[in-house]
């Protein structure tokens, strides 16, 4: 197990490894800091140093420092969280968080370190150490970026590699790196290997835990101890699949899962810490999760899940297979999810199967550019709109808020409406085996398009490829004229619903829609 502790500032989360303290152990003759300078890396398995001060200065024994850094509280705290409703049955409704995770407190987005006397002002420290035998290396560069030296240290035995011989007086840039592994560690390239330079080194992942350390420090003559703090470079997602217990309901199955959008490699510059991203991968970054026990589980959790991207706000989790208490569903997608690198996410769905039964429930058929209001109350669970058939628009104005932004069009060719809304995955109704949307009929046990409106005024769509197809999400054509609104749903009193079209050839919307109520299950 990785046994080591993430903390994040605005955009980083931090392991930390390896520090503490200069001890200069000098006659009274020797207070000059030219002369060699001996730098030995040692693992004092810190997780927090609340030192924000060097302390006093006695003598020629102190050695220049880089600035501290302020480190976090102990306590670790949400510091971000993206919530979202999505439906998963006409029972079961997915309340989810996206949750990152950080230690409390202040600290720089770039992590710093010194070198120091170990009799300087006391550090207090939380510690926690990197897992026994993780490889990690050090390289060395001079003033002028040139390249000086490179140790390989295993975690736990540092004092098996010789010292750094270097000059005292002079500074250096100290890189760490590491693949938080017991097997390898990183490889700089250089553009051109016959003159290794700062300015042109740089280390590439593909799916490895890459983790850096960056510092300029002068050392002094005597014996130095280099303090380091590896920090994760990508994103790392939990996924945790959730029974609420206050329901029944298990988990009986999940084939397969993935997240997107990742890419196929990245390249770091060690001068300037800049990420360069490979291509998108194709087919997604697995999310692994262990065998479900024979009856199901009331909790399901992935493993981490690396992802090397920048940040995005439409990344997507696809779980394949899912059956929860006894519905299947052949691809359940969660959209829309803002995640940042170099940070660690819980990502949290949690299934709540309440009973409920229809109230209001009432079939329309509108034509010809009219209207249907429908008039909902008691729905403390939200409301349902199912269409049958439809040609080849609509809208609907829930409490006053229309969901679209501009009529949501299925058709490429509709009349001063453009098409602006498609399948989660990228489909188009009239396209690759997809029907237009007016050659499918649907019924009551398979509506060809739903909308459903959470007890929160959260707004979702799905819809199928074909009648006898599953329900799919729907998500706006990127750069296309449609935004999707949620609405105001009152849980205790009454709701106006009005189904609208505009007018484009023939037009027709059928279906019916029903209000939800929670109910108390039957024995």
Not at 3 to 27: D, P, Q, R, W
Not at 443 to 455: D, G, L, Y
């Amino acid at each position: 197990m990785k046994n080591y502790f993430e903390t994040i500032g605005a955009t980083k989360v931090m392991v930390f490894i390896a520090l503490l303290c200069l001890s200069c152990k000098k006659n009274v003759n020797e207070l000059s800091s030219a002369g060699e300078a001996q730098v030995l890396v040692t693992l004092a398995s810190a997780e927090f140093d609340y030192e924000d001060n060097v302390g006093s200065v006695s003598s020629g024994n102190q050695s220049s420092a880089a600035q501290m850094a302020k480190s976090p509280s102990a306590e670790t705290k949400n510091t971000a969280q993206q919530t979202f409703t999505l439906p998963f049955s006409d029972e079961i409704t997915v309340f989810g968080t996206l949750q990152e995770l950080s230690a409390g407190g202040s600290e720089a987005n770039t992590p710093t370190t010194e070198l120091k006397r170990a009799s300087a002002g006391k550090a207090a420290i939380q510690r926690n150490p990197l897992a026994p035998g993780t490889q990690y290396l050090i390289a060395v560069y001079s003033a002028a970026g040139q390249f000086v030296a490179q140790n390989t240290y295993i975690s736990g035995r540092e004092s098996e590699t010789a010292a750094f011989l270097l000059d005292g007086g002079s500074t250096y840039t100290f890189i760490g790196l590491s693949f938080n592994t017991q097997n390898t560690v990183p490889t700089i390239v250089y553009t051109n290997p016959n003159v290794r330079t700062l300015n042109t080194a740089s280390v590439t992942a593909t799916t490895q835990d890459l983790m850096v350390f960056k510092t300029s420090v002068a050392v002094v003559s005597g014996n130095n101890t280099l303090s380091v703090v590896l920090r994760h470079i990508f994103t790392e997602i939990t996924t945790n699949l959730i029974i609420d217990p206050t329901v029944g309901g298990t988990i009986t199955s999940v084939n397969s899962a993935d997240i997107r959008p990742t890419r196929t490699g990245a390249t770091y510059s060690l001068a300037t810490e800049a990420i360069t991203y490979a291509a998108l991968s194709s087919t997604g970054q697995t999310v692994a999760f262990p065998a479900i026990p024979t009856g199901g589980t009331k909790r399901l959790s992935s493993t981490p899940t690396r992802l090397l991207s920048p940040a995005v706000s439409n990344g997507v989790l696809t779980l394949r297979n899912l059956t929860v208490n006894g519905t299947a569903k052949a691809e359940f997608l969660v959209p829309d999810l803002a995640i940042s690198p170099g940070k660690k996410y819980n990502l949290n769905l949690n299934f709540r199967v309440p009973c409920t039964q229809d109230v209001n429930n009432t079939v329309f058929d509108v034509r010809d550019g009219n209207f249907r209001d429908f008039t909902v109350s008691g729905a403390n669970y939200g409301f349902i709109l199912d269409i049958y058939t439809l040609d080849n628009s609509f809208n609907m104005t829930i409490n006053g808020t229309r969901i679209g932004s501009n009529e949501i069009q299925f058709q490429a060719s509709g009349a001063g409406s453009p098409r602006n809304i498609q399948f989660a995955d990228g489909a188009l109704w009239g396209l690759g085996g997809v029907p237009e949307i007016y050659d499918l009929i649907g019924n009551e046990a398979s509506p060809i398009i739903r909308v459903t409106v959470s007890a929160a005024g959260q707004v979702s769509l799905e819809g199928r490829k074909s009648i006898s197809g599953p329900l799919l999400p729907l998500t706006t054509i990127p750069g296309g004229n449609l935004t999707l609104a949620n609405t105001t749903w009152n849980t205790t009193g009454s709701n106006t619903i009005r189904v609208t079209q505009i007018v484009s050839g023939p037009t027709l919307i059928t279906g019916r829609g029903r209000g939800r109520q929670i109910i108390t299950c039957p024995n």
